[in-house]
């Protein structure tokens, strides 16, 4: 595709309840990332993936949080009895390169989850 | 101690001014920066990033490291209505692939 693409775009949950967040990334990236964005804070890491590897997952915050890539290209995240704690922004971010912060990365728009 | 550090703001500029932004950093062994551009409601999109040897001029942004002091500053020339948003930076420490990020500084620029 021309860019990452996240779904859904936003996304209420009841405290409780399961969900699953999608990313796919650009076609051929190697790497792809997780991160959660709080209102008014920049993102916090989650976790990383190298093709289907998971290669650091110390960013999730509680073992609610699960994340998969399985063929490498399309990822996803579950949050597990959502708590009003994960209300944010859930930024997806991929990239070609393997040493990525030498070259930053590219966003996809995001998927809003509102716990209530 | 948060590793990135940005004011909040929000900055106001006329525009047609210059817009200067400011990031500290804590890890004397960062070597890459970045800074990205966030408008209301949208994902944060690169806009330059610079190594530790040296600045970096893209058009009217200009990205400029200051090791000593540790901190990088990004400045938008001839700012216009449409560079109004909130720039995050990001600085790579230790792993080859994590930026840790400050909170962002909302600018204004004034018509």
């Known amino acids: 595709g021309a860019g990452v693409s996240q779904s859904p775009r936003y996304k209420v949950a009841k405290r409780g309840q399961d969900v699953a967040l999608r990313c796919d990334p650009i076609?051929?990236?190697?790497?792809l990332f997780w991160y959660q964005q709080a209102l008014g804070q920049g993102p916090e890491f989650l976790t990383y993936f190298q093709n289907e590897a998971q290669l650091d997952k110390s960013g999730l915050p509680s073992d609610r949080f699960f994340a998969e890539r399985p063929e490498g290209s399309v990822s996803t995240l579950k949050i597990q009895r959502t708590q009003q704690e994960d209300s944010a922004v859930y930024l997806c971010?991929?990239?070609?390169?393997?040493?990525?912060?030498?070259?930053?990365?590219?966003f996809g728009s995001g998927t809003r989850l509102t716990v209530v | 101690q948060k590793e990135v550090e940005q004011n909040s703001g929000p900055l106001s500029v006329p525009e047609g001014a210059i817009a200067s932004l400011n990031c500290t950093y804590s890890d004397r062994g960062s070597q890459s920066f970045f800074w990205y551009r966030q408008y209301s409601g949208k994902s944060p999109e690169l806009i330059m990033f610079i190594y530790s040897n040296g600045d970096k001029e893209d058009g009217r942004f200009t990205a400029q490291l200051n090791k000593a002091s540790q901190y990088v500053s990004l400045l938008i020339r001839d700012s216009q209505p449409s560079d109004s948003a909130t720039y995050l930076c990001?600085?790579?420490?230790?792993?080859?692939?994590?930026?840790?990020w400050g909170a962002g500084t909302k600018l204004i620029i004034k018509p």
């Open positions: 076609s051929g990236h190697v790497s």
């Open positions: 990001a600085v790579n420490v230790g792993s080859n692939y994590q930026l840790i």
């Open positions: 971010a991929s990239s070609t390169r393997g040493g990525v912060a030498n070259y930053g990365y590219t």
